[in-house]
Structures are given as C-alpha cells and as structure tokens.
C-alpha cells in the first residue's frame, strides 16, 4: 500500500479469476451430480422392485434419454426448433 492505494499485481488478479472460476464450476458440478443422483435412483427402484413392469421400465430409461438429446441437440446445434423464437431474431423487421 502506498499512499492509501492498493497496489494489485497480475498475478493476484490471475489467482482471485482462477478461485472464481473453480467456484462456478464446482456450483455447476454440484447440480448436474444431484441431478444424475436423482435419476439414476428413480431407475434403480424401478428396476429393482418393478422388473416386471416393461411400460415402465422404459418411461425411467426414456425420459432421461430424451432430455439428454434434447440437451445435446440444442448444444451442438444452438437450436432444436422448440419454444419461443423471439431471441433468434435478427433485423428489424416485423413479421
């Protein structure tokens, strides 16, 4: 400190990004876990005490395959058609 001014270096700018960075990733990380905890249980009760139930066995496989595909489409793609279209425009014209 000199002159009541805060002296930063570029390392320690480097460091608090760095530490701000593994915190969003760890937030995220967090919630895509939980997320595949839940599904992931959802089909293991499925399969283990309703075996026998094929409809439903395939809705608790299906339904995360779906999601996962949409997901994945709307990734790579950066659209899959579905909702509203309002943000994809461009121009100023009006419909």
Not at 31 to 60: E, F, K
């Amino acid at each position: 400190m000199i002159d009541g001014f805060i002296t930063v270096t570029g390392g320690q700018v480097l460091a608090v990004l760095a530490v701000l960075l593994i915190v969003v990733l760890v937030a995220v990380a967090g919630r895509v876990l939980l997320a595949a905890a839940v599904i992931v249980g959802a089909q293991w009760v499925v399969i283990t005490y309703w075996p026998g139930s094929t409809p439903l066995v395939w809705v608790v496989l299906a339904v995360p395959a779906l999601l996962a595909g949409y997901a994945l489409a709307d990734a790579l793609t950066g659209s899959t058609g579905l909702g509203s279209g309002l943000h994809r425009r461009r121009g100023g014209s009006r419909r």
